[in-house]
């Protein structure tokens, strides 16, 4: 079909208002979109890293230097910025520690590459060099790497103590970390060895008092939970008792909450109360019967048998939380019943101490000496509520670092060291490449020098002069673990200063910058829907925006 004057007519394949970027200048753009993210939280990194403060569209304030936590609060939206806040979380995730580090490097071998790009370099002959000088680097990782034998129990915590202690180096709690280190190591070596899970350690922040006020529970500890009058008349104070865990409500319902009943005589009516009357001290007699000491449940426990149970010297707590009523049962063994009938010794647990005590403004109780203990509560005081959540984000980094320790067994020195003895490595095998790849190589390799670089300029030190001490080091023998020293202003042996990170958290943190950086360097267009994602597009805006965003690329 020809078309007069040979004018051919204009195709429209997207939606009126489609915004599409593409070429070298969007690919720029996502480029410098990272950059930008990762400015955000460079400034935290390290010993003298500094806090972010951070209030969301609730008004409530958040007070960090952990990366994945600033940048999850930050709520980015820029797509090519959001692969730089996964690979945050997933860092968070895995390993738990290195968070602002994996989104350092990230940034930093985009930077490198960003000259290359602009000069007409193909993306993927990019991509290609920087999977192979990630692979390069995580064998060295590997290579270098001490493993520490579980042979010495004494050596062994000692190791672990040591990792703590480089993880909180960074935090809030830092001026604390001896305190605190033998508090996550404890907290790690009484879960379950195999499972290591890290639900099992319960954190409860009581404000008030200083960080040091802190307590390690050897078993469970939990707020106080709603109770009735009688409560105060119960004993609250067991040596070895028998602790009975239910699901099962004992509390007196009124007959409209439960059921619709015709009755002819005013005698039928008395006989449905006293039926009632009868079913809820059946269960009481039931539990008293155990023998048991301690009752709790995760349903309501009412004034009547509040009152019940303290006329025998029984303690019971009501609603309790589903969450600590698990590890209750997972530290004095038996199991949780949701009926009170054929209740066995097989059933209950026990403990060597159970008390109720005051913790700061609050009654706690606590199950202590607990011979299944696989569990620990952590309960920690401060000032502000922003400061204690800041604490508990500290010892959530640190009990996962350990955890990787026991599982790994692999350290290798923090403060710079590995990052300069991997760049110092990829340096040198570069100059035995040809091509390109040995120019991508050598730029993957200057940019491991971010870490050391920004913990020198978070310090207030002069990054040029370390970082050329460092270099000048680490081509000498047995100088690969030499990195930036805090405390002197200088460079050090820091697997002899005890600056030690487990190796994971190293080769984690190369892989995902690695392949972060080289997602973004595939991408090459960017479709953005815009009409789908106006606010106040009248009805049709709901489903609209459901559509678009799954066919087409857009955002969601």
Known sequence: ??????????????????????????????????????????????????????????????????????????????????AIVDISRAQDAEV?????????????????????????????????????????????????AVTIERKDPVQFRDLLEKCAATSMSSKLIHGHKDFFKKMVVDAVLHLD????????????KIAGGGMQDSIFVDGVAFKKTFSYA???????????????????????KAEKDNAEVRIDAVQDYQSIVDAEWSII?????????????????????????TQYFADRDIFCAGRVPNED???????????????????????????????EKQVGSERYNLFQGCPQAKTCTLLLRGGAEQFIAEVERSLHDAIMIVRRAIKNKSVVAGG?????????????????????QQMIIAAFAKALEVIPRQLCNNAGFDATDILNQLRQKHTQPGCQWYGVDINSESIADNF?????????????????????????????????????????????????????????????
């Open 496 to 556: 002899e200063q005890f600056v030690w990170e487990p190796a994971l958290v190293k080769t984690n943190a190369i892989a995902a910058a690695s392949e972060a950086a080289c997602l973004i360097l595939s991408v090459d267009e960017t479709v953005k829907n815009v009409q789908s994602e106006a606010p106040g597009q009248g009805q049709g805006a709901a489903p609209m925006r459901g559509r678009g965003g799954r066919g087409r690329g857009g955002r969601r």
């Open 230 to 252: 009688g409560f105060e008349q119960q004993p609250k104070n067991f040596k070895t008792p028998k602790i009975l865990c239910l699901n099962v409500e004992l509390e007196l």
């Open 193 to 204: 060895q195999d499972e290591l899970s890290e639900k099992m350690i319960g954190i409860k």
């Open 96 to 144: 738990g520690d290195g968070t602002t580090s994996v989104t350092l490097l990230a940034a930093e071998f985009l930077k490198e590459i960003k000259q290359n790009i602009e000069e007409g370099v193909s993306p993927q002959i990019v991509i290609k060099g920087f999977r192979k000088a990630s692979v390069l680097a995580i064998n060295k990782v590997k290579e270098m």
């Open 325 to 355: 009523i698990n590890r209750v049962v997972k530290a004095v063994g038996g199991s949780v019943q949701s009926s009170v009938n054929d209740i066995g010794a097989v059933h209950l647990g026990t403990c060597a101490v159970f008390e």
């Open 1 to 82: 079909m020809s078309f007069p004057g040979g004018v051919q007519p204009q195709i429209i394949i997207l939606k009126e208002g489609t915004d599409t970027s593409q070429g070298k200048g969007q690919l720029l753009s996502n480029i410098n979109a990272c950059m930008a993210v990762a400015d955000c939280v460079r400034t935290t990194l390290g010993p003298r890293g500094m806090d972010k403060l951070i209030v969301d569209s609730k008004g409530d304030v958040t007070i960090s230097n952990d990366g994945a936590t600033i940048l999850r609060l930050l709520d980015i939206v820029h797509p090519a910025g959001k």
């Open 281 to 305: 001290y059946d269960k009481l007699e039931k539990i008293v019967a155990t023998g048991a000491k301690i009752v709790l449940s995760r349903l309501p426990i009412g004034d009547l048998a």
């Open 416 to 436: 710079g060291a590995t990052e300069m003895e991997l760049s110092k490595y990829l340096r040198d095998y570069s100059k035995t490449v040809e091509g390109k």
